[in-house]
């Protein structure tokens, strides 16, 4: 079954990738504008380090509004010591606890705060059945401020190396979402309000925020945008394209990946569902996305038919989800109870890995170019390639710096400048497409733009003519209301103008549509040409030349292979051996006849749906890269090969629908010049029959003999042009007459030439023997070697001596005759088998020979087996006893007339079937 997308129209892909990208674009924008405008990352000019103890306390959060916890002054980012004088060590013990505590009685609560303890009195209300607030175990941090940059905000507001940040605007840094996003949300040269611990002092800093411009994010949500816009580009222009989908979902992933890169959303500034749907978008687009930046530049340029391609695949999801992992798990430190983060390395690495993955297709895409794209076809990818290797430099670069200077974006953001060369990726990748005609997209949009403005053009230059040619005759005539006249000079512009401006529409049409117009030429006049011929190889070598010339191919050929015609191949600058495929499992032909559609072969060395090792090597020696299958109806008669085009562009659709409408005509062509061609040999044959007719003719008796004794009348009538009967009239020394009818199995020309042969043999034999039982023991000797074994020969001879005045009858296998020469008519039931079925005695012991009297008015019928089994169409066949009866109810006819009655009444029998055997007749009446 075919795949789902191959199934639905066109018009419904178009319409499904162009919403999907449509809401991925919607989500990425939107996280976008709160990355770069609404929450733009701030600076405060220093590096804050987390210091981590591998001591685990009880954090506090979820503190709800006017609940008893806040009453008691409660704050998220407290850490929980003791509960009425218990301390407490992890947060299943703390629950406990707090559950057990009195409703309406105060529990005395023992917090640090600020690295200050305190102690708080909180009284549980009757209405709150579970604490008012969140426990759960985390690693102790400490926030120090390093790396503070002299004369920087930091630096003027006050603040020293070393000192430890514990709240900004009153809320505290330990609290999950980090101090970071405190001081995103505050607006450009604000101030904020930093609360530090100095060697055990607490003290407040206005400190001047600053707006950092993101130069990594805003390079890559712009390299996604580029991307998306132009494979949906694409997969407009081609929806039926597997390889066109396959980029149009690249360019969405790498859109969604790069666009989810930084997701400035957190509690308590905004829905939970909002931070939880934006941040899991974002971690499925690290899972998903990486590995299908490598698998789209496995298809692209070339198909890159790994072996163990599903392994590659596995390994590269397992790094996607183990990295995405990491960042759940720092993910988790912040919004879920958790008590272990990352090492700050590994995080780092895990941020990084999409960027290791589009390093890694970037890659592949340059090993592709280098290893398996051909010399001449490299032109069209060299836009692609020198945006690759800038892309390969810029992420490199970027992974380096990011690994060595984690704060780079807030004390050297200069630094991350060249990032923003990024974005010509896609705009080379667009240049490719449409120039070259990659991904077989036409420029489509640039052609109409300029067809529609210079049609516009047209148009407008009409109308001023018209309507100033209108006034000028108004003017001329002096005419006020001038409609009629402009009406009149309609008529005769349109008369003059339409030429010219059908003259000037071919001349745009030849600019920016020359290809197409050549393709459409070039297809009239092949389609004129091939009525006049009728010669298989002048067909090919017009479909060779024509393809070659009008596509500019220099490898081109014509394959026809069929299991009874054999292959024929018509080649240019290809050897034609290598032209031949068989009809063998896992083969070309096997992959054109399955799939009756045309196949591009790329990396024939490693494409895995050519399983047959012969067939694989063909391809790769003679260079073809698409194979377009010729069918009559449904049967695969061959195909038409081409390699690379000269001009190094990949072969678009409108290569292929040229291709597959010469290979639908050519079939057609074909076919005819088969057709005719056998209607060639045909008259050819049949003329051969006419004359094999009239030889055969000529070996039988031209006139009956003129016997006193007998009145003779014999008739051989061939179910085809020649057949395997035949009489014959030997007149021997001694005034003897041998009459013999044979009949040859089968029918046709192998039949006809066995009856000469036995012809020949009887005469020589005739005259050197006396009896025609020897006669046909030595014709049996002659013949046995010479003859097929599934064939035989029956014979009946009937020896007239006249000075005896008797006849002697010996039949071997043929029909019994019919006689009547003592008064009584009977069929004669002697014995005997057919020539060439066996060669010694049993052969001559079946041999019988008998001798009769003449008598006046006496009756001999010989005939063959055509005539007793001569069927209807029923399949009734005329049968011994008819012919019995008939000729016991014509005693007195002459012999002529008794054989035209007979065949008469065969004939009337027959009626309109068709004769199904020859049939041969003597009657012999004795005067």
């Not at 299908?292 to 695949?313: D, E, I, Q, Y």
């Not at 000469?756 to 014709?779: H, N, T």
Request: aromatic share 8%; hydrophobic share 45%; glycine share 6%.
């Amino acid at each position: 079954m075919k795949p789902l997308q191959e199934r639905i129209s066109p018009r419904l892909i178009r319409a499904l990738y162009v919403l999907f990208a449509l809401v991925v674009l919607g989500v990425t924008s939107y996280n976008a504008l709160h990355v770069i405008f609404w929450r733009v990352p701030s600076n405060d000019q220093c590096r804050w380090v987390q210091e981590f103890t591998d001591t685990t306390r009880v954090h506090l959060d979820g503190i709800k509004p006017a609940s008893s916890a806040a009453a008691a002054g409660l704050l998220p980012g407290d850490i929980l010591l003791a509960v009425d004088g218990t301390p407490v060590s992890r947060a299943e013990e703390a629950t406990s606890w707090l559950r057990s505590a009195g409703k309406g009685e105060i529990t005395r609560l023992r917090i640090e705060r600020d690295h200050r303890e305190m102690e708080l009195d909180w009284v549980p209300r009757a209405g709150e059945k579970e604490p008012p607030f969140v426990v759960y175990d985390r690693l102790f941090e400490t926030l120090v401020i390093r790396n503070i940059v002299p004369g920087g905000v930091t630096d003027r507001a006050g603040i020293q190396d070393g000192d430890i940040l514990l709240r900004i605007d009153s809320v505290s840094v330990n609290h999950r979402f980090g101090a970071q996003y405190l001081i995103n949300i505050h607006p450009a040269d604000s101030k904020a309000t930093f609360l530090v611990d100095r060697q055990g002092e607490h003290m407040e800093f206005k400190v001047t925020i600053l707006k950092t411009f993101n130069y990594t994010y805003l390079s890559s949500y712009l390299l996604g945008v580029g991307f998306l816009l132009v494979s949906l580009f694409v997969v407009l222009a081609r929806p039926e394209g597997s390889t066109q989908r396959k980029f149009a979902r690249y360019g969405m992933y790498v859109l969604l990946l790069f666009g989810m890169m930084n997701v400035n959303m957190g509690l308590p500034y905004d829905p939970r569902w909002k931070v939880m749907t934006f941040n899991y978008i974002a971690i499925a687009a690290r899972v998903i996305a990486p590995p299908a930046l490598v698998a789209f530049f496995l298809h692209f340029p070339v198909v890159r038919n790994l072996r163990h391609r599903r392994l590659l695949m596995v390994l590269l999801y397992a790094g996607s989800v183990l990295s995405a992992s990491l960042i759940v798990g720092v993910f988790s430190y912040y919004i879920s109870i958790v008590d272990f983060v990352p090492p700050a390395w590994l995080v780092l690495t895990a941020y990084n890995f999409p960027l290791l993955y589009f390093l890694g297709g970037l890659a592949v895409f340059t090993d592709s170019y280098f290893r398996y794209v051909d010399p001449e076809r490299r032109l069209p990818l060299r836009p692609i390639l020198h945006s690759a290797v800038i892309g390969i430099v810029i992420f490199a670069y970027l992974a380096v710096l990011n690994t060595m200077h984690p704060l780079v974006l807030y004390l050297d953001p200069y630094l991350l400048m060249p990032v923003v060369l990024v974005i010509g990726i896609p705009p080379a990748f667009g240049y490719a497409i449409v120039r070259y005609r990659l991904m077989d997209v036409t420029p489509m949009v640039r052609r109409s733009l300029v067809y529609g403005v210079i049609t516009a053009m047209l148009a407008a230059i009409y109308l001023g003519v018209v309507f100033g040619l209108g006034s000028l005759l108004g003017h001329v005539l002096g005419q006020s209301d001038n409609t009629m006249v402009i009406l009149i000079a309609v008529i005769l512009i349109a008369l003059l103008f339409d030429p010219l401006k059908q003259r000037v529409q071919n001349v745009v049409d030849r600019i920016f549509y020359q290809e197409r117009i050549n393709y459409q030429k070039a297809l009239l006049e092949f389609s004129s040409e091939l009525p006049q011929q009728m010669n298989l190889d002048q067909i090919m070598q017009s479909v060779v030349a024509r393809i070659a010339t009008t596509m500019h191919i220099e490898k081109v050929s014509v394959s026809l292979c069929g299991e009874k015609e054999g292959c024929h191949v018509v080649a240019r600058n290809i050897d034609e051996s290598l032209c031949v495929f068989d009809r063998r499992p896992g083969g070309v032909v096997e992959l054109l006849s399955r799939t009756h559609a045309p196949q591009r072969f790329d990396l024939p060395e490693e494409d895995l749906r050519v399983q047959d090792d012969d067939d694989r090597r063909r391809l790769q020696e003679s260079g073809v890269v698409l194979m377009v299958p010729m069918f009559l109806q449904e049967r695969l008669i061959g195909s038409i090969n081409v390699g690379p085009k000269m001009s190094g562009r990949v072969y678009a659709q409108e290569d292929i629908d040229l291709l597959a409408t010469v290979a639908s005509q050519a079939a057609v062509a074909i076919e005819n010049a088969r057709l005719h061609r056998s209607e060639v040999e045909k008259q050819k044959i049949t003329e051969q029959l006419r004359i094999a007719q009239r030889i055969q003719k000529g070996l039988l008796p031209k006139d009956n003999p003129p016997i006193a004794r007998l009145d003779i009348s014999g008739v051989s009538i061939p179910a085809q042009s020649v057949g395997g009967d035949y009489y014959d009239y030997i007149e021997l020394p001694g005034n003897r007459l041998l009459v013999a009818v044979g009949d040859v199995s089968g029918k046709g020309i192998s039949a006809a030439l066995y009856m000469s042969k036995v012809q020949g043999m009887i005469r020589i034999a005739a005259q050197m023997e006396d009896r025609p039982r020897d006669i046909l023991i030595r014709v049996n000797r002659l013949i046995y070697e010479g003859m097929e074994r599934n064939s035989f020969i029956t014979v009946i001879l009937a020896m007239f001596d006249f000075d005896a005045d008797a006849v002697t009858i010996c039949r071997a296998g043929h029909m019994p005759p019919l006689l009547a020469l003592n008064g009584d008519m009977q069929y004669l039931g002697s014995e005997g088998m057919g020539l060439g079925l066996e060669n010694g005695e049993v052969f001559e012991h079946s041999l019988e020979e008998k001798t009769f009297p003449l008598h006046d008015n006496g009756l001999i019928v010989l005939y063959s087996d055509g005539l007793t089994e001569a069927m209807d169409a029923h399949k009734n066949e005329f049968g011994e006893d008819r012919v019995l009866a008939m000729v016991r109810g014509a005693a007195q006819m002459s012999a002529t007339d008794l054989q035209q009655l007979l065949l008469d009444e065969v004939a009337l029998h027959r009626g309109e079937a068709e004769q199904n055997d020859d049939i041969t007749l003597v009657v012999i009446r004795v005067r």
